[in-house]
DNA sequence: ACGTCTCTTCAAGAAAATTTGAACGAACTG
DNA sequence: CAGTTCGTTCAAATTTTCTTGAAGAGACGT
């Protein structure tokens, strides 16, 4: 079968020899990223540039990964939203050039910052909304419904203090400073109800 | 149309009055849990459970969520498996009870030890592993090739503390104790690569 | 031991997401 | 100003994931 070791011939010289050790990284940021909720060709796009000394081209990242040049577009479009990667230009070039962030610190911030800071802030106020729906059915219970209304507002007064707290420890994260798990670990504390209501 | 409101009536008899803010709270949290990377229902289901003073049967949540019996199953034991729902059982009654582990605490703690430390393990071996191929692939470079390799290796180095720190970090936030991000945000400092070099 | 009641497993169907090729449009070149 | 070259967008197609109804297995009471 000649064309098939043609072809291997072929790869092995169009294939720079870190091409491989460069693919596993890739993958593995891969994982992480799809694991975190993006898109996993976001994470590998991210190391391929990460890893390259130099800005790359939509061309040079769809030959690397063996991506469509719609599939990179799409990734590449997002990782700019997010501040992961910088289109610069060079002088005579008309391509665009793509060159990663490379303070992951500042990434993780970023994230954290606008995505998982509203949802926790989102299910705080549910709960809070919750809360009040309560609240507002209580007088028109009977007194055996009433034991049971008054179980579920301290079980989501918990809820709401847990993702409060949630809240304010991820601002903290984002804002560099140390974070203490213990205020978490009190409000499973029984004690807790009561410290609350009073 | 007598037919809707007969359905009004009805449904306005068989709900209990919380059931609006019970059924908002489960949704808030299967939310969350879907965006953490867990089935929506086990946010839901673990929810009802934790807002009812009592057990509950298969047959109760699927009810109460409008839910399939093997939905029920489905998600129940995985929450079962994690840790986050016990089963009980009634003398007298042949079903099986299900109630929520009510420390939020721990099962925060058991995800993170058996679900994301692993996860960033395995990225932090697959980056050191990325940089043996890299040191083995270095002897047959040329000495331009040399170059890109050598600056591919100060990356994935980075990359590998990078991961190996949020390990640490991980592995803190399990066992209780403080964390400072620093550690995090030292790895993207310039100085970085000479320091670990020395 | 048989029939009934539960829970679980499975495979088919539905829904959601990713992926791709093609069409469109913008920016540059000659 | 035509002709390229790129990049993005879109809708169709594929893959993956979720959901469900039905069949299977286990336990219990009669």
């Given amino acids: 079968m000649p064309s098939v070791a043609a072809k291997q011939e072929e790869s092995n010289n169009s294939e720079p020899l870190w091409r491989e050790a460069e693919l596993h990284a890739a993958d593995a940021m891969g994982r992480l990223m799809e694991f975190w909720g993006f898109r996993r060709h976001m994470g590998r796009i991210?190391?391929?540039?990460?890893?390259?000394?130099?800005?790359?081209?939509?061309?040079?990242?769809?030959?690397?990964l063996q991506l469509s040049s719609s599939a990179v577009s799409l990734s590449l479009g997002e990782l700019v939203r997010w501040g992961a990667v910088r289109k610069t230009?060079?002088?005579?070039e008309r391509k665009d050039f793509y060159a990663a962030e490379t303070s992951v610190w500042?990434?993780?911030?970023?994230?954290?910052?606008r995505r998982e800071l509203n949802l926790i802030r989102e299910a705080a106020e549910t709960f809070a909304d919750a809360q009040r729906r309560l609240e507002e059915a209580r007088p028109r219970a009977t007194p055996k419904e009433r034991r049971r209304v008054d179980h579920m507002r301290k079980r989501l007064s918990?809820?709401?203090?847990?993702?409060?707290?949630?809240?304010?420890l991820l601002g903290l994260l984002v804002a560099g400073r140390m974070i203490?798990?213990?205020?978490l670990r009190e409000i499973d504390d029984p004690e807790f109800d009561e410290a609350r209501d009073a």
């Fill in 89 to 92: 230009w060079r002088p005579g």
């Fill in 46 to 64: 991210w190391t391929i540039l990460y890893l390259s000394p130099e800005a790359m081209t939509t061309a040079g990242l769809a030959e690397t």
């Fill in 180 to 183: 203490d798990p213990k205020e």
């Fill in 106 to 113: 500042k990434l993780l911030r970023r994230v954290y910052e």
């Fill in 158 to 168: 918990r809820l709401s203090a847990l993702t409060k707290a949630g809240e304010r």
